[in-house]
């Protein structure tokens, strides 16, 4: 496989997963405590993500187990706070699902995720 290939499908497994764990796996519990600096709901939500990350690593082994976890802590801890900035902002505003505020804060929070696996991709695939 060509490395812009590889690129492309571990980008396309990255954005499937972060449908599947936003969407597909976040209960109202996880929902209700991302908000809350240091609850347990959104440390367990950043590593779900973080645990569904870990496959890209395994099928596309060019790093090191070094590098590899290096990326999970900063996925883990990027994520964690994007998520949390989010809802410290639309709690601060009063934003509801019927507000656009509250849809423009969601579609930036998807890019920085989107933009964080893009640099995680960045470092761990080979340039050429």
């Not at 405590?33 to 973080?50: P, S, T």
Request: glycine residues 10%; contains cysteine.
């Amino acid at each position: 496989m060509l490395p812009a290939h590889s690129a492309l499908a571990a980008m396309a497994y990255l954005l499937a997963k972060h449908a599947v764990a936003d969407f597909g796996l976040q209960p109202q519990l996880i929902y209700n405590q991302k908000g809350i600096y240091g609850a347990g709901g959104g440390l367990l939500h950043a590593f779900i993500h973080i645990f569904l990350t870990l496959p890209v690593f395994l099928l596309f082994p060019t790093g090191t187990v070094g590098l590899a976890a290096a990326l999970l802590a900063g996925e883990f801890i990027v994520h964690y706070h994007i998520d949390w900035a989010k809802e410290q902002i639309v709690r601060h505003y009063g934003w509801k699902l019927s507000d656009r505020q509250y849809w423009c804060a969601l579609g930036l929070d998807q890019l920085l995720h989107g933009l964080t696996y893009i640099a995680i991709l960045w470092i761990w695939l080979p340039a050429a």
